[in-house]
């Protein structure tokens, strides 16, 4: 009977073992975005309110049009990869009126979630699967989730800029 018992055992801890590396893509994945969204919530907090209107020049975004741009691109390309149905269309984001801080950072922080919680649905098999994103790129959905990955970064990097002009001081670098 302890023969059984320890063999059930180990049974259930390879296989618990197994189901928990088979799913660390998609942990690793969801590790990253959850830094990013803290890592963009430090440029939403360091931002004072009125710089959220800033625009360095008449024809670029003000700093909350970028920080809305960069989550209609998270809305949009996550939901086209994992199928989760996004809660706003595509460009709904940047059309808000209220581009207030405490708004675009509920908006931003919102976006960040639907990333995180769509991802962490996805199993490892999915993560290679191919898509058409947008009806034309052909890749697999882990490089199109890379690449909504590195959308978000460039348009945050963007943003230090605006920080700085506004008289404060960007947040430190969050690699890990």
Same mark, same amino acid.
């Given at each position: 009977?302890?023969?059984?018992?320890?063999?059930?055992?180990?049974?259930?801890?390879?296989?618990?073992?197994?189901? $928990?590396?088979?799913?660390?893509? #998609?942990?690793?994945?969801?590790?990253?975005?959850?830094?990013?969204k803290a890592y963009t919530k430090? !440029?939403?907090?360091? *931002?004072?309110?009125? =710089? !959220?209107?800033?625009?360095?020049?008449?024809?670029?975004?003000?700093?909350?049009?970028?920080? +809305?741009? +960069?989550?209609?691109?998270? !809305? =949009?390309?996550?939901?086209?990869?994992? =199928?989760?149905?996004?809660?706003? /269309? *595509? /460009?709904?984001?940047?059309? #808000?009126?209220?581009?207030? &801080?405490?708004?675009?950072?509920?908006? #931003?922080i919102a976006g960040y979630d639907?990333?995180?919680?769509?991802?962490?649905?996805?199993?490892?098999?999915?993560?290679?699967?191919?898509?058409?994103?947008? /009806?034309?790129?052909? +890749?697999?959905?882990?490089? $199109?989730? @890379? &690449?909504c990955f590195e959308h978000q970064?460039?348009?945050? =990097?963007?943003?230090? #800029? !605006?920080?700085? +002009?506004? /008289? @404060?001081?960007?947040?430190?670098?969050?690699?890990?």
């Amino acid at each position: 009977m302890k023969a059984i018992n320890f063999f059930a055992t180990l049974c259930f801890l390879l296989s618990t073992f197994h189901f $928990a590396q088979a799913q660390k893509p #998609v942990n690793d994945i969801v590790k990253e975005w959850e830094r990013a969204k803290a890592y963009t919530k430090e !440029y939403l907090d360091t *931002m004072p309110e009125p =710089g !959220y209107a800033l625009k360095p020049t008449p024809e670029m975004r003000s700093f909350a049009e970028q920080m +809305l741009h +960069l989550t209609d691109a998270n !809305y =949009g390309i996550i939901s086209a990869v994992t =199928g989760e149905k996004s809660p706003i /269309g *595509m /460009g709904e984001s940047e059309k #808000v009126t209220d581009k207030s &801080k405490a708004n675009v950072s509920m908006l #931003v922080i919102a976006g960040y979630d639907f990333v995180i919680n769509s991802i962490k649905k996805m199993t490892p098999a999915q993560l290679k699967e191919n898509i058409k994103l947008f /009806g034309r790129f052909e +890749l697999t959905k882990e490089a $199109a989730i @890379a &690449k909504c990955f590195e959308h978000q970064t460039h348009h945050r =990097g963007q943003t230090t #800029v !605006y920080i700085r +002009l506004a /008289g @404060a001081k960007p947040p430190a670098e969050k690699l890990f």
